[in-house]
């Protein structure tokens, strides 16, 4: 297995969720047995790097990759979620999405003072996910150590908004 047949495991899908939009979906590689392990390997090599002591996955797909993760690194994993769907007293933050404005929120407990997070989500677009859970990692002391994506739009520039954060990408697409 190697980043190109890794690529050719993620279908585009043309103006999803809307028109002008090209989708990159994982479900392709998730079915594939051998691709999902190898990119969890790939992931979990470059997480490993920044001595990360817990995750932070972001919901929905970042669960799936996140959940893995924390089993082959042994890490604790933390959900990230959309408004109402935790049980527990939360934090929240607001966040510019590609196509829309969202909101995450995590259990106000989840992240604690010093420690060292991987934020993990399976795409990383204008990078307004993924700076809005860092916010959510740091507003208790705690720190990010590393942005790990299976895919980066670069065209983007979801990286430019993330600067200060190492960013770990397997898959870049310079153009939709």
Same mark, same amino acid.
């Given at each position: 297995?190697?980043?190109?047949?890794?690529?050719?495991?993620?279908?585009?899908?043309?103006?999803?969720?809307?028109?002008?939009?090209?989708?990159?979906?994982?479900?392709?590689?998730?079915?594939?047995?051998?691709?999902?392990?190898? $990119? /969890? @390997?790939?992931?979990?090599?470059?997480?490993?790097?920044?001595?990360?002591?817990?995750? &932070?996955? *972001? %919901? =929905?797909? !970042?669960?799936?990759?996140?959940?893995?993760?924390?089993?082959?690194?042994?890490?604790?994993?933390?959900?990230?979620?959309?408004?109402?769907?935790?049980?527990?007293?939360?934090?929240?933050?607001?966040?510019?999405?590609?196509?829309?404005?969202?909101?995450?929120?995590?259990?106000?407990?989840?992240?604690?003072?010093?420690?060292?997070? $991987? /934020? @993990?989500?399976?795409?990383?677009?204008?990078?307004?996910?993924?700076?809005?859970?860092? &916010?959510? *990692? %740091? =507003?208790? !002391?705690?720190?990010?150590?590393?942005?790990?994506?299976?895919?980066?739009?670069?065209?983007?520039?979801?990286?430019?908004?993330?600067?200060?954060?190492?960013?770990?990408?397997?898959?870049?697409?310079?153009?939709?």
């Amino acid at each position: 297995m190697n980043l190109e047949q890794l690529r050719q495991r993620i279908r585009d899908v043309p103006d999803f969720p809307k028109p002008g939009v090209v989708f990159k979906d994982i479900t392709p590689l998730l079915a594939d047995a051998e691709s999902f392990h190898w $990119a /969890i @390997v790939q992931l979990a090599a470059r997480i490993r790097h920044h001595r990360a002591n817990a995750l &932070a996955a *972001v %919901e =929905s797909r !970042g669960f799936i990759f996140g959940a893995a993760l924390a089993l082959v690194l042994k890490l604790p994993l933390h959900l990230v979620r959309k408004p109402g769907k935790l049980p527990y007293r939360k934090l929240s933050k607001d966040y510019e999405l590609e196509y829309g404005r969202g909101t995450l929120e995590v259990h106000e407990d989840a992240f604690k003072a010093g420690g060292r997070y $991987a /934020i @993990v989500d399976d795409l990383v677009a204008t990078g307004g996910t993924a700076v809005a859970t860092a &916010a959510l *990692v %740091e =507003s208790g !002391g705690a720190h990010v150590v590393c942005c790990a994506f299976v895919i980066e739009l670069a065209f983007l520039r979801g990286r430019q908004k993330l600067a200060g954060y190492p960013v770990e990408s397997l898959l870049v697409y310079d153009r939709e």
